[in-house]
């Protein structure tokens, strides 16, 4: 969605240098890094035969969803049902809700979504909602597709075992309302291994259950059209192992600091840095150090420090200082930045910093071209 | 701000026990122990002679900054420009804020907000900003009110000595655009000690700046008016220090983990929690763990861990899973809570944890009695 008509910055599009001089904290996207790591991404997994239906969650965006299903994405996952109505409502098709949906009110928001052949699907690991989904969708003209979760060592959703995947399989086969789409397997844990060949291994061993499981179901004549999982830590190793049909990576589009750390197949990743946190110095009273607007409310927290990009001096080093604060470091005897200076950061963990914004600020070099809107933000 | 009838918990509004079936993650609000807290820090900053200037940096939302008015507030203090836009909007006055504003878009929206006498103020640590606040104000019907923000120990804004503060103060009151409205120290990094005895001691240290300050100024003739600081940590030995005039507490109004592992001058905190995160069970298919649909992005990070306050056994433990999960870990031997029950979480740090919501469920005992909105939620 384009907005830039709207919002403190928006009378800086078209400005040489508005990007070092964006009203901050702000978030912001260099649009050509970006579109290279969309077509990086296609190709790869264009190459090894599999489909790629990228992870929404990452971004919430309508803008970036578009630009993914264009460079040849099958569809989009969604964690919440919340992100799949803003999608749906935006004209996006082929959704995949990749956690499980179990309350009342929410299974009757999702029967109201599957208006059409492709349009929703959602993910199961229970045989209790496997049936309140049934009974939300019986006697509806379009059966709602899903896919049985499997657990394969996260132990955060998925059926336990395969045999309790296949009882789930048999389960969905024989609703009225719902149509047995295949399995899902999300292997988050192994995603940020730093050693490429150590997260190989590790890869082979988390999925020995879904290999088990995908040809149980042959077996069973319910053959799973859809094996969906993989995320931007094992695309390269999960597209060629013959398991998935499809892939879920995510954190591509943008990259960060802990996807940065990790080895990729060819050593450094096949992904740049796209997005940023722009800040100010607000306060420069220090020889060594100053303060800048950004803080715990800009940057998530969860993950490694967030690292200085550009506007200071190389191996400056940042620090949290509270909710709406920040302490840039400069190395010994260098200049800090100052006052009113932007300086620009790579987010420390995409997902949840995007989630504390409600705009992309889309630049092409020093230039503020967009303003696009990340248009799921906080709907669960 | 009422938003009775948006969004989709409202049809749940007056329905018994609907706190207990609310669409989650969402932020619960206790009313009754929220307008108890509003009452206590009132009674204790009334009796102390003291004035009180809540943070709006801890709610983001019309509606309780009118509460806090209503219940004695002179006004309200507000961390970012955008914060205090959204509450000028409102006709909230009194507005302070707290950190620098040093940028030229910004102190434009600034200076439009000083409309009219005691409709806001801002605090400023460096001369150059100083000047720029000058130039945008000089030749306008109304002079703008600085506070000098002096760093009594946090080193995050602040003149960085007393003779700095001074000259920023000689500075302010020569400048036409601009009136000296007094001093602010907030020493951020005492709050949350957790032996009262040292955090006084350790309060009266950090301040001894201050009142060096204070009496400097009285014998340049130019008498500090405001003092503003303090949170809710110090607020006992701030409201009796004789230093400040007024305080700034935030917290007090929800209580979070943070604030309810410190001790207070009467041992247990003063304040009721009051604020909570309402979770959902979507996965269980483990003996003694569950999976919920609350996770980094729906409770802040950067502090201690959410407690369980309601819906699972006592001494239920919750994990963070992810972005959008969490794990609920049982005592050994019970059961744990089924499928799509609501479990409430106490908030780890409640600021940053607000930050993530659009909207606050305002409920009396079990029954859901308005939405109110998280109104400056992203304005930075």
Redesign the interface.
Same mark, same amino acid.
């Given at each position: 969605m384009r907005l830039g008509t709207w919002g403190?910055n928006a009378e800086l599009i078209g400005e040489p240098g508005g990007r070092t001089?964006l009203?901050?904290?702000?978030l912001v996207l260099d649009v050509e890094a970006f579109e290279r790591n969309l077509g990086r991404m296609a190709a790869t997994v264009r190459a090894s035969g599999a489909a790629l239906r990228p992870h929404a969650?990452t971004h919430k965006s309508v803008a970036v969803a578009r630009r993914q299903i264009a460079a040849g994405a099958v569809g989009i996952c969604c964690?919440?049902l919340g992100e799949a109505e803003v999608l749906a409502g935006a004209g996006i098709r082929g959704l995949l809700i990749t956690?499980?949906?179990?309350?009342?009110?929410?299974i009757r928001?999702l029967a109201a979504l599957n208006t059409d052949a492709d349009g929703i699907s959602v993910v199961a690991?229970?045989p209790?909602?496997v049936a309140a989904l049934d009974r939300a969708t019986a006697g509806r003209e379009r059966p709602l597709s899903v896919l049985v979760d499997l *657990?394969v060592g #996260?132990?955060?959703?998925?059926?336990?075992t395969v045999d309790?995947a296949l009882a789930l399989a048999r389960q969905v086969d024989a609703a009225p309302g719902l149509h047995f789409a295949g399995i899902q397997a999300y292997h988050?844990s192994v995603q940020h291994i730093a050693d490429f060949a150590e997260r190989r291994r590790r890869i082979a061993e988390a999925l020995e259950p879904l290999r088990r499981l995908v040809q149980a179901l042959v077996g069973l004549g319910l053959p799973a059209t859809i094996v969906s999982g993989a995320g931007t830590g094992s695309h390269e190793i999960d597209s060629q192992g013959g398991l998935f049909t499809e892939l879920q990576a995510g954190s591509y589009v943008f990259m960060d600091v802990e996807y940065n750390a990790i080895g990729f197949r060819g050593g450094a990743p096949p992904f740049e840095t796209a997005l940023f946190v722009a800040t100010?110095?607000?306060?420069?009273?220090?020889p060594g150090?100053v303060?800048v *607007?950004a803080g #715990?409310?800009?940057l998530?927290?969860?993950g490694p420090l967030p690292q200085v990009s550009r506007g200071a001096p190389e191996g400056t080093v940042y620090a949290?200082?509270?909710?709406?604060?920040g302490?840039l470091t400069v190395p010994a005897g260098l200049p800090p930045p100052a006052?009113?200076t932007v300086v620009e950061l790579v987010t420390p963990?995409c997902?949840?910093t995007v989630?504390?914004?409600?705009r992309y600020h889309v630049c092409r070099g020093d230039t503020l071209v967009e303003i696009w809107q990340v248009d799921a933000?906080?709907r669960?």
């Open positions: 403190p001089r009203d901050t904290p702000a969650k964690t919440t956690s499980p949906v179990v309350t009342d009110a929410k928001r690991d229970d209790a909602a *657990d #996260v132990h955060r959703t998925g059926a336990a309790d988050g100010s110095v607000v306060s420069a009273r220090h150090f303060t *607007d #715990v409310k800009a998530a927290t969860d949290f200082r509270g909710d709406e604060h302490q006052l009113g963990h997902d949840p989630n504390l914004y409600d933000r906080g669960a």
